[in-house]
C-alpha cells in the first residue's frame, strides 16, 4: 500500500497494491497493523456504513461534535468527489478542504481522522460508498456544515444544484458551526 499525504494535517490517501490479471483482481482492501503504520492512526474502527447513490447527490459535510468519528472511505461501484473540511480550531488548517476522486477504478482510500466534516459528490450515474467508523452513530451530535459555504469556496463538479437530504440543506455556515478545540 502507498501513502499519499494531502495539504491537510493527519487526512491521507491510501493507494493499494493492486494484483490484476485476464481474471480480473486482487487487493487487501484493509489491514490494522499496515493502516496503522502508514497513517499513525491508532484508532479502532466499530462500525462499517455502505451507502449507494445516484449521479449529482451530494451527501454531507457531517461531523459529530461528540463521539467524532473518525473515517476510513472507499467506493467499490462507480465514483465520488470526497472532501474533508479541517473543524479543528487548534490546526493550522483550520477551514480549509481537501477533496480527492474516490472510484471502483482507482481504488484509493481516504482516511479522515476525528476532527473534520466530511461529505461527497456522486459524479458517476451510481456509486456505492463504503466506510469504516471509529465511533458509532450519535444522531444527537451529528452536525452538517453547509456544503456551498463561500467561506470554504469547495469546488464540487456538480452541474446546477445536487440532490440534497433535508439536513444537509440545513447546513450551517463555518463562522457559525460548533467545532473542535
Not at 490546526?91 to 479522515?112: C, H, V, Y
Not at 471509529?134 to 470554504?152: F, G, Q, V
Request: glycine share 8%; with cysteine.
Amino acid at each position: 500500500m502507498q501513502i499519499i499525504d494531502s495539504a491537510l494535517n493527519g487526512v491521507t490517501l491510501l493507494e493499494p497494491k493492486v494484483f490484476g490479471d485476464a481474471r480480473g483482481f486482487f487487493f487487501e482492501s484493509f489491514n490494522l497493523r499496515v493502516f496503522r503504520e502508514l497513517t499513525g492512526a491508532s484508532h479502532d474502527f466499530v462500525q462499517d456504513n455502505h451507502s449507494r447513490s445516484a449521479r449529482n447527490v451530494l451527501r454531507g459535510l457531517h461531523y459529530q461534535i461528540r463521539q467524532p468519528q473518525g473515517k476510513l472511505v472507499r467506493v467499490v461501484v462507480g465514483s465520488v468527489f470526497d472532501v474533508a473540511v479541517d473543524l479543528r480550531r487548534s490546526s493550522p488548517t483550520f477551514g480549509q478542504w481537501f477533496g480527492t476522486e474516490l472510484s471502483a477504478d482507482n481504488k484509493r482510500m481516504l482516511w479522515i481522522p476525528p476532527g473534520f466534516a466530511h461529505g461527497f459528490v456522486v459524479t458517476s450515474d451510481v456509486a456505492e460508498f463504503l466506510y469504516k467508523t471509529t465511533d458509532y452513530w450519535a444522531p444527537e451530535h451529528e452536525r452538517s456544515l453547509l456544503w456551498n459555504d463561500p467561506a470554504l469556496g469547495i469546488a464540487w463538479p456538480v452541474a446546477g444544484e445536487p440532490t440534497l437530504s433535508g439536513k444537509d440543506k440545513a447546513g450551517v455556515p463555518l463562522a457559525e458551526c460548533e467545532t473542535y478545540e
